[in-house]
């Protein structure tokens, strides 16, 4: 038998000033980044105490391929034009790395631990413990390589959007879900622990659909959760009351049109992954005559939007 190829990946490190962050964590992740994950960096100060982190480090994994140079370069051309809107800020600093077989999940196992991200839901890795309180849901998370862990901004805001939309809605006799580039599946399962009967989650990413199917099997809601591989355009279910979609502004604006089209008048459509800048790009697609907004949350340069299509 052949022996398979090791794969390869690119890594790149970049420690920059903390308020850099937000941007470089979506521009990278828009970039095709497979793991974004961040670390502060700690400067002693004295008797051992750390000083207040000025400066963190984003890490990113990319697949190592034809396309790596000009991904550097793009990259390298992105932090010169964060430099020109912060220029009293410190440089930031870029390093690469070409790594073999990167243990992922060892990787994602330091930075992910239990977190309360609702006033009802904890997110949970599968390797952690944690004693739920009397209302606590529970949601047990094994990443892999795919987006969707808690620990994002966006991802919390859409936890809590889903949450504040179920629990107050009394009037939706059943709750019909669509979780649009559902990553891990936390978003679709998360509905589905808050009462939704009927959820699809879809996503193009094959690893991404196979890690979403074994999450909704540990959280015993495979029976309601149904997840599928390809795009989101070529699914034919019925129209939807609840579409999550937490993509990038320019995966959002794309899909803008057929979203709307596939929720139920009444219905609710969360969406996030957006920042601050795209904002008048985002409201000028989402918000038409048939969509308002219902309610707006906000973490740093993080958005997340509830909208609510008229009657």
Not at 137 to 145: A, K, L, Q, Y
Request: hydrophobic share 40%.
């Amino acid at each position: 038998m052949e022996q398979k190829e090791p794969e390869k990946w690119l890594k790149i490190e970049i420690e920059a000033p903390a308020i850099m962050m937000d941007a470089l964590a979506n521009y990278l992740t828009e970039k095709g980044a497979q793991g974004v994950y961040q670390e502060t960096v700690e400067s002693q100060g004295e008797g051992d105490f750390p000083l207040t982190a000025a400066d963190e480090t984003i890490k990113a994994f990319f697949p190592e391929d034809v396309r790596s140079e000009k991904r550097v370069a793009a990259i390298q051309k992105y932090l010169q034009s964060l430099e020109e809107i912060f220029p009293d800020l410190e440089k930031a600093s870029l390093h690469t790395q070409i790594i073999t077989d990167p243990d992922w999940g060892e990787q994602w196992k330091k930075y992910f631990k239990p977190v309360r991200v609702s006033n009802n839901i904890i997110i949970k890795p599968t390797w952690e413990r944690y004693s739920p309180a009397s209302r606590d849901i529970v949601i047990e998370i094994d990443p892999g390589m795919a987006f969707g862990t808690g620990q994002h901004a966006s991802t919390r805001m859409c936890i809590e959007a889903i949450e504040d939309v179920i629990m107050k809605d009394r009037s939706v006799e059943s709750w019909r879900a669509l979780d649009v580039g559902c990553g891990t599946g936390i978003l679709g399962i998360t509905a589905a622990k808050l009462g939704a009967q009927e959820v699809i989650c879809v996503d193009i990413d094959k690893k991404a659909v196979e890690i979403a199917r074994e999450n909704a099997a540990i959280n015993a809601v495979d029976s309601r959760v149904r997840i599928i591989n390809g795009d989101a355009t070529a699914i034919t279910a019925e129209p939807r009351n609840l579409i999550i979609a937490n993509l990038t502004a320019k995966l959002l604006i794309k899909l803008s049109h057929s979203l709307a089209e596939r929720l139920l008048p009444e219905g609710y459509m969360i969406i996030s992954g957006i920042i601050e800048q795209d904002i008048p790009h985002i409201e000028e697609r989402f918000l038409t005559s048939d969509l308002i907004v219902q309610r707006q949350l906000k973490e740093n340069e993080w958005i997340c939007y509830v909208l609510r299509k008229k009657a």
